[in-house]
Nanobody, 127 residues
Framework: QVQLVESGGGSVQAGGSLRLSCAFSISSNSFNCMGWFRQAPGKAREGVAIIYTGGGMPTYADSVKGRFTISRDNAKNTQYLQMDSLKPEDTAMYYC????????????????????WGQGTQVAVSS
């Protein structure tokens, strides 16, 4: 059974940094892409960042571009989300995702049978 286990969330003041980690129970090369999405109370889910197993540049939501960096460590079957210059509007539950098949940031959180998700980790940014 595929499992994704996140860690690294927490509380931080605006302008601070956090790094989220997501460990896969199987080789990350089993997926076509992996990434992160978030959901704040009362708001729609947002695909934050995505990285492609086959190569190519990661892509980011405009709201985090220049502040967040996604990366992966193939040897550890782990992906990361480095979050810098955090803002209160970044407060949300963050979910790790991995996908098989065609990939996009918005497809990472659809219920089409091709996605695997972690349990979520809370990020709270105070002003």
């Amino acid at each position: 059974q595929v499992q994704l286990v996140e860690s690294g969330g927490g509380s931080v003041q605006a302008g601070g940094s956090l790094r989220l980690s997501c460990a896969f129970s199987i080789s990350s090369n089993s997926f076509n892409c992996m990434g992160w999405f978030r959901q704040a109370p009362g708001k729609a889910r947002e695909g934050v960042a995505i990285i492609y197993t086959g190569g190519g540049m990661p892509t980011y939501a405009d709201s985090v571009k220049g502040r967040f960096t996604i990366s992966r460590d193939n040897a550890k079957n782990t992906q990361y989300l480095q979050m810098d210059s955090l803002k209160p509007e970044d407060t949300a539950m963050y979910y790790c995702a991995a996908r098989r098949g065609y990939c996009s940031r918005s497809l990472m959180f659809t219920y089409d049978g091709n996605n695997y998700w972690g349990q979520g980790t809370q990020v709270a940014v105070s002003s």
